[in-house]
Structures are given as C-alpha cells and as structure tokens.
C-alpha cells in the first residue's frame, strides 16, 4: 500500500512536469537552485566575507541573465553569523531545513564550519570554498566537503620555512586566537620551526575582541623573537603590526596565513603595515592587471560593486567559478550524486587566482595546492615567493 501510494505521488509529480531529480533533491526545481553561505558580515572578519559574497552574486546574476545552468537559475541566500558560533548553528539550521538549499559556498570560519558539517552531512548539502583553509575541512568523510586552496597549516610551514632561510632567524614566535583556526596555524608554526632545528621561543593567545597588543608585543619582543607567526582577527592584525612598530621593535618579521591576506591589511594609510608579510593559497590580483583576463575581471567587480575589487573578492569568485563549473558538469539530472561526480571531475587553471592549478578527485577535495608568499610594498601586496608543497614533499 505505501509503495503504491509512493509510485502514485511520483507519477503526479512527473504528469506535472517536474523531473524525477528536482522532485526528490533538496533545493532543486526544474528552474531554480538553492545557494547558501553563512558567514561573517558584520565581525572580526568581515573584511573576507563582504567582499567575496559580491563577487560571487556578480557570478551567480551573469550566469542567470544568460539562462541559467542546464535552464536553472540559481537563488543565492546568504545569512550573517558575525563571527559567532551559536549563531552560526542557528543560521545552518535555516538554511538547510528552511531555505532547503542544495550546496553552499563561502561559509567563514573554521569552528562555525565545523558545526554545521553534521546538519549538511545529514542533508548530502556540499561545502564548497568555505573561507577558512583548516585541515578539517577536507578531513574525516569527505564527500559532501570541497576546498578551495591550501590548508593553514601547509601556508605557514612554507612561510615560516621561507622567511627562516631569507632572514636567518633563530627564534620563532606566535601569537593566535585559541580557536580551531588559530591552534593549527600555532601547530603548523612550531612544526616546521622544530623541522628546522630553530627554537620556538614563545606564543600568546587573544580574544577575538581584544585590541590593546602592548604587553604582547613586550613579551615576544624580550623572547628575543625573529619571526612572529599571526591567526587573529583582521583588525587586530594591524593593530598588533602597528604596536610593534610604534615600540620601536622593527628588526623582526609579522606573517600570517591566508587569514591574514587581505586588501585592508595592506591599505592602512601612511604605510601602517608596509612590510608584513603572508603565505596564502593565492595571490592578490593589482600586480597582475597587465593580465587581460585580470584587468577585465577587476573592473566588471568595480562596475558592478562600486568600490576596487579586494583579495575577499578573488575568494568568492574562485567559490563562486568552482560551483558554476561543478553543476554544468553534474548535467540537466542534478541531484547529490550527479554534483559530486561533477565535483570530481574538475580540472582547470584559476587565472585570477594567480594561475592555481585546480583539481579534484575521489579522493582529493582540495582544489589547489599552491602557497603563495606574499608581502606588502607599497600599500600593496606583492608576491615575492611560492612553493608546491606537492612537488616538495
């Protein structure tokens, strides 16, 4: 009787003209797709999310405009956690049991990633290009679980691995947030300063609301530190780079991770943070406008935006390109299964990223491998160095 009744339902759905596929997928109809992101519009890392959010709604309304994927157009429902744990939770739970989306991409913030991982597991909801390069995010089951570049932890191997040999340092440093997000950058620091046989001379913690880096400063200053490794938020970044240049402490080198690349670090005016340094997995995009496809891209965010395309807008376009390409590929029968085969057959180049090779398997959801070293130099950033950790290994 229930299988009948089953068959009974399904046929109406059909006589009515809706696939079997967008019958039976979350987030799918015959002329829509659900997008989600949940991320930081409004706290310490805003700063990532705005930006990104805008460059992939440009993505998403060019893509409409010209029909749609496969005659979908996709909704795009982005909610704001402001850097906020529970209030992450409480937005996943919309999203995915109300919104009914089908995938999201660019939702921030390691721990908040972390905590929605069983609601879209539960739902088969793909995470694709979270903005947070945590381990984790392509670690355990994988399968609904899509990154965009490399992990915190291979960024500031390579960074700290690079500036030991330019600078010759002795004594490693680090100075983080006590979250999932600063405890691997403080891991991949110390391992690679062990690997290198240097000292790891001491680290302090914050609160993600803290502003006054005074003590901080003394105290890695007269731990005699000749690189500070950085997972704070974007603003304490400067202040933190300003602190020590206003004590005077200047013969030592500020790096971050990806967490740390950003436009807004490099624009403080009167050259605030000329000199800090970062390992990402790309490369920012205004010494690279002689490239035709990047000066094109830049000044169509511009148009459409405003305001100068940052480094946050480069993530949300590499999200944003990754999930278009992955749901051509899944076909006009989209469903979690046909998204992820789609997934996994992805291979190309990401021009405005820097030219990062990108490509995924079954058993690789890590689309780029690449880690940039990046420095700012003249209120820009400009790449200085990089390393395949795939080729060094």
């Known amino acids: 009787m229930k299988?009948?009744?089953?068959?009974?339902?399904?046929?109406?759905?059909?006589?009515?003209?809706?696939?079997?596929a967008s019958f039976a997928t979350q987030g799918v109809t015959d002329t829509e797709i659900v997008i989600g992101?949940?991320?930081?519009?409004?706290?310490?890392?805003?700063?990532?999310?705005v930006g990104a959010i805008k460059a992939a709604q440009i993505m998403f309304d060019e893509v409409n405009e010209k029909g749609g994927i496969h005659g979908r157009k996709i909704r795009f429902v982005v909610e704001d956690h402001g850097y906020q744990v529970p209030k992450a939770v409480q937005n996943f739970n919309k999203l995915i049991n109300s919104d009914k989306v089908f995938a999201m991409i660019l939702n921030l913030g390691t721990?908040?990633?972390?905590?929605?991982?069983?609601?879209?597991?539960?739902?088969?909801?793909?995470?694709?290009?979270?903005?947070?390069?945590?381990?984790?995010?392509?670690?355990?089951?994988?399968?609904?679980k899509y990154a965009g570049f490399s992990s915190y932890y291979d960024q500031m191997r390579a960074g700290?691995?690079?500036?030991?040999?330019?600078?010759?340092?002795?004594?490693?440093?680090?100075?983080?947030?006590?979250?999932?997000?600063?405890?691997?950058?403080?891991?991949?620091?110390?391992?690679?300063?062990?690997?290198?046989?240097?000292?790891?001379a001491a680290e302090t913690t914050h609160k993600p609301d803290e502003q006054d880096f005074v003590g901080t400063i003394s105290k890695?200053?007269?731990?005699?530190?000749?690189?500070?490794?950085?997972?704070?938020?974007?603003?304490?970044?400067?202040?933190?780079?300003?602190?020590?240049?206003?004590?005077?402490?200047?013969?030592?080198?500020?790096?971050?991770?990806?967490?740390?690349?950003n436009t807004a670090v490099a624009k403080v005016p009167e050259g605030v943070t000329e000199g800090y340094y970062a390992a990402?997995?790309?490369?920012?995009?205004?010494?690279?406008?002689?490239?035709?496809?990047?000066?094109?891209?830049?000044?169509?965010?511009?148009?459409?935006?405003?305001?100068?395309?940052?480094?946050?807008?480069?993530?949300?376009?590499?999200?944003?390109n990754t999930l278009i390409k992955a749901l051509e590929a899944a076909g006009k029968d989209l469903t979690s299964e046909s998204f992820q085969k789609g997934m996994e057959s992805l291979e190309f180049t990401d021009v405005i990223s820097g030219d990062v090779p990108v490509k995924y398997g079954p058993d690789d959801h890590q689309g780029g491998d690449l880690i940039f070293i990046s420095q700012i130099q003249g209120g820009k950033w400009i790449e200085i160095g990089r390393v395949d950790p795939t080729k060094s290994q």
């Open 3 to 20: 299988t009948s009744l089953k068959a009974s339902i399904l046929a109406a759905g059909l006589a009515l003209g809706m696939s079997s």
């Open 37 to 49: 992101s949940n991320g930081d519009l409004s706290g310490i890392f805003a700063a990532f999310n």
């Open 111 to 144: 721990p908040h990633n972390i905590a929605g991982f069983p609601l879209m597991q539960s739902k088969q909801v793909a995470n694709v290009g979270p903005l947070t390069a945590a381990r984790q995010m392509v670690e355990g089951d994988i399968t609904y």
């Open 160 to 200: 700290i691995g690079y500036l030991a040999k330019e600078k010759g340092a002795k004594n490693v440093c680090a100075m983080y947030l006590p979250t999932d997000f600063g405890l691997e950058v403080y891991e991949g620091t110390k391992e690679e300063t062990e690997a290198l046989g240097l000292t790891f």
């Open 220 to 261: 890695l200053r007269d731990a005699k530190c000749d690189i500070v490794a950085t997972a704070i938020g974007v603003r304490q970044t400067i202040v933190a780079y300003a602190t020590a240049k206003k004590l005077g402490w200047t013969d030592v080198s500020f790096i971050g991770s990806s967490a740390g690349f």
């Open 280 to 320: 990402a997995g790309w490369t920012d995009h205004e010494a690279r406008m002689d490239v035709p496809e990047v000066k094109a891209w830049a000044e169509n965010y511009q148009a459409k935006t405003g305001e100068p395309a940052g480094t946050a807008a480069i993530l949300g376009y590499g999200a944003a």
